[in-house]
């Protein structure tokens, strides 16, 4: 039994072969269907270990607002795109390209919106 424990390295996923029982700690529901009553009491029959429902952490501004599983990915995604902002391409490199077409269409979006 392996005991695979946060925060997962590259080095410890790659260790994993098929097949290999791992030890978790426990299951966290995001989205807007973590909202449903009773669903952390079923999923621990199910999944026999503790279920917790997963809210954003780390951010500011309208906390009260999205301080919801239901945008718990979605902030996630954002904070995890700030923090490897390194890696990014430019927006020249992405001209022509569908994530391009893409993000021109957003940006356009959120200029009539505001």
């Known amino acids: 039994m392996i005991n695979l424990s946060f925060p997962f390295t590259e080095e410890k996923i790659r260790a994993l072969k098929v097949g290999d029982e791992v030890l978790i700690s426990g299951v966290v529901f995001t989205g807007g269907s973590a909202s449903l009553e009773g669903l952390p009491e079923v999923a621990e029959r199910v999944f026999d270990m503790p279920i ?3 809210v954003p952490t780390g951010i500011g ?3 009260d607002v999205v301080a919801s599983p239901s945008y718990a990915t979605g902030v996630g995604l954002v904070l995890y ?12 490199d992405m001209v022509g390209t569908p994530l391009g077409r893409v993000a021109a269409r957003v940006r356009e979006w959120l200029h009539a919106w505001a």
């Open 81 to 92: 795109g700030l923090r490897s902002r390194s890696n990014r391409l430019s927006p020249r």
């Open 52 to 54: 917790r429902r997963g």
């Open 61 to 63: 501004g309208l906390v």
